[in-house]
């Protein structure tokens, strides 16, 4: 599957970007998720103090998009290299997620409501 490829190409670019410059000593999980969380707290403070309109207007703006997309690759870059580093299929995993989510927030339940399944 071309999708299959794609996660595997942006691991294998990330995991040999890290391994030029000799960083996989620092890239442990603790660091790695460290890391990760950082980098999805700079994401929201992208957002802090504004209203709804304020922050979908962000995605208009082409210098406030840039910064969230930035941001968003962050993201994505320490996931993706956590996941690399430690063998985790994102694929497979989500999946797995997906079906759990399902059975703790029944469409009958949950349809337009954001209360947690321990809620219902």
Not at 73 to 86: K, P, Q, S
Request: with cysteine.
């Amino acid at each position: 599957m071309p999708n299959d490829l794609l996660l595997e190409e942006f691991q294998k670019r990330i995991a040999d970007f890290c391994e030029a410059r000799d960083w996989d000593q620092f890239h442990d999980a603790k660091e790695l998720a460290i890391g990760l969380v950082t980098e999805s707290s700079e994401l929201l403070d992208l957002f802090r103090f504004k209203s709804v309109p304020e922050v979908e207007s962000m995605f208009v703006n082409p210098n406030q998009r840039e910064r969230i997309e930035d941001e968003l690759a962050d993201v994505l870059f320490f996931l993706l290299r956590m996941a690399g580093r430690y063998q985790v299929d994102l694929r497979q995993a989500l999946e797995l997620k997906i079906q759990k989510n399902a059975a703790k927030y029944p469409v009958e339940l949950s349809r337009g409501s954001n209360r947690k399944y321990d809620e219902f």
